[in-house]
Nanobody
Framework: QEQLVESGGGSVQPGGSLRLSCVVS????????IGWFRQAAGKEREAVAL????????WEKSSVKGRFTTSQDEPTNTVYLNMNSLNAGDTGMYYC???????????????WGQGTQVTVSS
């Protein structure tokens, strides 16, 4: 069964760090790429990072570049989003999603994790 299971959200002070995990049940043709998306209250869902299966190709949104990195641990089928120097603008629900294309469009991703809340506040 194609499934993504997320963990790792929480509350942190500005300047802090969090690591999100996304366990991929299996790599299938519908799950060639993993995207990390976030949605703040009242805003549209946006892509913040992408990674290809195998981890050879990555992308980060300009506003998080240098602070967020995504990586893959092949033995455990886990994709990570490491987030450093967090600020209030990073607050939102974070989702990992799997799709067939290396894309920033949420509509190109067919399988979604359950989401995990990240709150950055002093």
């Amino acid at each position: 069964q194609e499934q993504l299971v997320e963990s790792g959200g929480g509350s942190v002070q500005p300047g802090g760090s969090l690591r999100l995990s996304c366990v991929v049940s299996e790599w299938t043709p519908r799950m060639l790429y993993i995207g990390w998306f976030r949605q703040a209250a009242g805003k549209e869902r946006e892509a913040v990072a992408l990674i290809s299966s195998g981890g050879g190709h990555t992308w980060e949104k300009s506003s998080v570049k240098g602070r967020f990195t995504t990586s893959q641990d092949e033995p455990t089928n886990t994709v990570y989003l490491n987030m450093n120097s967090l600020n209030a603008g990073d607050t939102g629900m974070y989702y990992c999603a799997a799709g067939r294309r290396f894309s920033v469009n949420a509509g190109d991703f067919d399988i979604w994790g359950q989401g995990t809340q990240v709150t950055v506040s002093s």
